[in-house]
């Protein structure tokens, strides 16, 4: 059983229908990428599994639970985390207060506690700090963990965003164009980085026009059309879909 499954989600906007019938699934240890043409629905969907949207017919199910129409907080509170297309960094915060604040669901130490400065609070300070630094050094952000976040390169903010998600240690993370406004180099880097976390066991499901990072980089593509899934599969059998180079390649396939 996949530790996602999407199951016949139909999402309607005044009666234009932005889902229609969805069904995939996300499996661990494995990058599903989300691709389609722009207004195809890809985040519409991020939106349902994430608990922003409730769809108006069909079900979520994480690790066979439904989660159909939980609010945020309890779908991330279950190891669900997402990053958006816009990024939403905090201000002058340093790049480690960043990754902090994502270990919030982790986080054990009542307010009491934190404020009477208890034992728990310090040992839960210890390791979330020793977590982050461990986590800055493998996105290779150790030598900017002081600096404000804000300060960096886009593409090292970008990267600071996918390290607050992975913060929470979740099983699944939905990326919602994570490559938008990088280089191809910095894309690349991107790539390396979600096949490093798939093989650790991690779910990733990624919303991306980059396609040659789609098709080097994911196990499995679903291609959406209008709310509608065309296709889904490896990406080389994707790639040669008559639909999806119709539907979202086009010449850039040909």
Known sequence: MSLLQVEDVTVEFGGLRALDGVSMGVDAGRVTALIGPNGAGKTTLLNVVSGVLRPGRGRVRFRGRDVTGWPQHRVAGLGVARTFQNLQLFGQMTVREHLLVG????????????????????????????????????LGLADVADWPASALPYGRQRLVEVGRALASEPSLLLLDEPTAGLSGAEAEEVGRLLRRLAAGGLAVLLVEHHMDLVMSYSDWVVVLDHGVVIAQGPPEQVQSDPQVIEAYLGEEAA
């Open 103 to 138: 270990r919030y669901r982790l986080t054990r130490t009542s307010f009491l506690e934190a404020v009477l400065r208890l034992p728990r609070h310090f040992r839960e300070e210890k390791e979330g700090r020793e977590a982050s630094d461990a986590l800055l050094s493998r």
